[in-house]
C-alpha cells in the first residue's frame, strides 16, 4: 500500500480540483463527488447531493452556479447578518462567499480560502462578473489560515473539511481565526462507522469526497479539543438525527451530508454596539 502523506494528500486533491476548474464549462458541473467515483464505492446517495441551496442563487451567473462542488448549504446554516466578517474554507469559485458578500453588505467582508491557483483564478474572474467588493480571495491551507487570529464572525465551508488529512487541524484554525462568541455553519460529508486504511489509500475516492470523510464520533471530538462548545453534527436530510450519536452497525460506513455548528464561547462584540 502506497504511503498516505498530508503532502500527497494535499497534492492529489489540488490536481483534481484544479483539472476540474481548468476543465469547468457551463454545462459540466455537479457536486464534488462525482458518479464514477460514488458507483466505485456504492455508499453514495444521489439525494445527498442535490438540492444545496434555500439561499436565493437566481442571480448568480452561471460560471458561479455551475461551478459549485459543495454538498449542502451553509449559508442557510450561518444565518448571516450586515456587518459581520465571513471566512470560507475551501472557497472553489466563489459560490458561497457572493453569497454571504451580499447578505453581510458593504459594511461586512468575506474571505474564500484555497490552496488551488486554478480555482482561485476562477473565484476572482467571477467576483469580477458580480460585482461585489467585499469580499477577497486568499491562497492557502485550511490547516494553516493565512487569516489573523480573532478576525472572523463566521466560518463557512462546503464540502471541504473531509478532504484534508488533518480535520483537528482545520478546526484549531478556525477556532484562533473566530472571534470569542464566533461560530461555525459548515456542510460536509461525515460518516457512520470507519473506512480502512486500504479505503483510505485510494485517492480517487479521497479526491471525490467519500474516503477522506471521518466517523461522526471522531469529527465532534475533534471540534471538541479546539476548544468549540455547542457542537451540533446532523444529517441534512434528517436533522432531527444527530450523527454522532447513531449506534454502531456492521458493514461499510455509511456516508452522509451533514450539518455542522458550533460556538466559541466567549461574547461576541459587535462593531454596530460600540459606536
Ligand atoms: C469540493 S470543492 C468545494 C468548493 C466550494 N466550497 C463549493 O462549494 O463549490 C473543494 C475545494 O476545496 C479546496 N481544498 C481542498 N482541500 C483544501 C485544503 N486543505 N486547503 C485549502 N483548500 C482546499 C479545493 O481546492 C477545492 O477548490
Do not use: M, Q, R
Given at each position: 500500500m502506497k504511503e498516505l502523506t498530508p503532502e500527497k494528500i494535499h497534492q492529489e486533491v489540488q490536481e483534481r480540483y484544479a483539472r476540474i476548474a481548468d476543465e469547468f464549462?457551463?454545462?459540466v458541473s455537479g457536486s464534488c463527488c462525482d458518479t464514477a467515483v460514488a458507483d466505485e464505492v456504492?455508499?453514495?446517495?444521489?439525494?445527498?447531493?442535490?438540492?444545496?441551496?434555500?439561499?436565493?442563487?437566481?442571480?448568480?451567473?452561471e460560471d458561479v452556479t455551475g461551478l459549485s462542488?459543495?454538498?449542502?448549504?451553509?449559508i442557510t446554516l450561518a444565518n448571516l447578518e450586515a456587518g459581520q466578517v465571513v471566512l470560507d474554507l475551501?472557497?472553489?469559485?466563489g459560490i458561497d462567499c457572493f453569497i454571504a458578500a451580499r447578505q453581510v453588505g458593504p459594511g461586512g467582508h468575506v474571505i474564500g480560502v484555497d490552496m488551488t491557483p486554478s480555482m482561485l483564478e476562477k473565484a476572482n474572474r467571477n467576483k469580477a462578473k458580480v460585482g461585489l467588493d467585499n469580499v477577497e480571495f486568499r491562497q492557502g491551507q485550511i490547516e494553516d489560515l493565512p487569516v489573523d487570529s480573532e478576525t472572523v464572525d463566521v466560518v463557512i465551508s462546503n464540502c471541504?473539511?473531509?478532504?484534508?488529512?488533518?480535520k483537528a487541524a482545520v478546526f484549531r484554525e478556525s477556532f484562533r481565526a473566530l472571534k470569542p462568541g464566533g461560530r461555525i455553519a459548515v456542510s460536509d460529508i461525515v460518516t457512520q462507522g470507519r473506512f480502512t486504511p486500504e479505503q483510505r489509500a485510494d485517492m480517487a475516492q479521497w479526491t471525490g469526497c467519500i474516503?477522506?470523510?471521518?466517523?461522526a464520533a471522531d469529527y465532534v471530538a475533534a471540534i471538541r479539543a479546539a476548544g468549540f462548545t455547542q457542537i451540533s453534527v446532523r444529517d441534512?436530510?434528517?436533522?432531527?438525527?444527530?450523527l454522532d450519536k447513531l449506534t454502531a452497525h456492521d458493514g461499510p460506513p455509511q456516508v452522509f451530508s451533514a450539518r455542522v455548528t458550533a460556538v466559541k464561547p466567549g461574547v461576541s462584540i459587535r462593531r454596530s454596539s460600540l459606536v
Open positions: 464549462k457551463i454545462e456504492s455508499i453514495y446517495d444521489d439525494a445527498l447531493f442535490t438540492d444545496f441551496y434555500d439561499a436565493d442563487t437566481g442571480w448568480l451567473p462542488l459543495g454538498c449542502g448549504d451553509p475551501g472557497s472553489g469559485g471541504v473539511i473531509n478532504l484534508s488529512p488533518d474516503t477522506g470523510a471521518e466517523d441534512k436530510a434528517h436533522p432531527e438525527v444527530e
